[in-house]
């Protein structure tokens, strides 16, 4: 089982940037699918953005494109979301996800679902102020 942990969080002004990361413990980080979601008070955990194990294809929700960059480090272990332009509907608690099912090393596109994704995070508080 793996162990996933988010860091990066913090409160921020509208306008402004924050550099989320996410360190997955195991050997295998490299076959593992990727993802971030966010859940905001009182609402349903939703995607953000995921990317492939390899990192070579990306996908973003609709409310975050041009402004969020999804990356991954393989040889650190590391996935990134990188945030500029914050909102206010930005504020969430930014959460984790890893696809280690067998099947995630050949995953093409990556997926949107909560299902897909078989480890989490304790997440990360973002805030923005208007």
């Known amino acids: 089982q793996v162990q996933v942990v988010e860091s990066g969080g913090g409160l921020v002004q509208a306008g402004g940037s924050l550099r989320l990361s996410c360190a997955v413990s195991g050997r295998t980080f490299s076959n593992y699918g990727m993802a971030w979601f966010r859940q905001a008070p009182g609402k349903e955990r939703e995607f953000v953005a995921a990317i492939t194990s390899s990192g070579g294809t990306t996908d973003y929700a609709d409310f975050v494109k041009g402004r969020f960059t999804i990356s991954r480090d393989n040889a650190k272990n590391l996935m990134y979301l990188q945030m500029n332009s914050l909102e206010p509907e930005d504020t969430a608690v930014y959460y984790c996800?890893?696809?280690?099912?067998?099947?995630?090393?050949?995953?093409?596109?990556?997926?949107?679902?909560?299902?897909?994704?078989?480890?989490w995070g304790q997440g990360t508080q973002v805030t923005v102020s208007s």
């Open positions: 996800a890893v696809d280690t099912r067998y099947t995630s090393r050949w995953t093409t596109f990556p997926a949107r679902s909560r299902g897909s994704y078989t480890g």
